[in-house]
């Protein structure tokens, strides 16, 4: 699978296709992916992981996510994390960047 990535990771496209049209959660319930319960252990979670670990552009999916979402205002069940996962990860990539972007080279 080849990636070539934009300005935006929006627009960041697999094999000539942007990357969300080939989402494996494109016709499902969003409700899937946004669960009261986010338990990372709970059915709810473990459901949507499902579908996301299955989806051939979870990358792209959560480059972009990582890249655009509020860090104070997470929310879903995205790119196979919950948000404190994605809270830990975006902790981490400042952490590995060390240059005050938040970016992680
Ligand atoms: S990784 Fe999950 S949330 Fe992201 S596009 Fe794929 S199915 Fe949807």
Not at 15 to 35: I, K, M, Q
Not at 72 to 101: C, F, H, K, M, V
Request: charged letters at 20%.
């Amino acid at each position: 699978m080849t990636t070539t990535t934009s300005t935006s990771t929006r627009n960041a496209t697999v094999n000539g296709v942007v990357w969300w049209a080939l989402a494996a959660c494109h016709d499902l319930d969003p409700e899937t992916f946004y669960p009261l319960d986010l338990a990372p252990r709970s059915d709810a979670v473990r459901r949507a992981r499902r579908v996301c670990t299955g989806c051939p552009v979870l990358p792209e999916c959560l480059a972009d996510v990582m890249a655009s979402e509020d860090p104070g205002r997470r929310w879903g069940i995205i790119g196979a994390t919950t948000p404190d996962e994605r809270t830990a990860l975006y902790a981490r990539q400042r952490t590995t960047a060390g240059d005050g972007t938040g970016v992680a080279a």
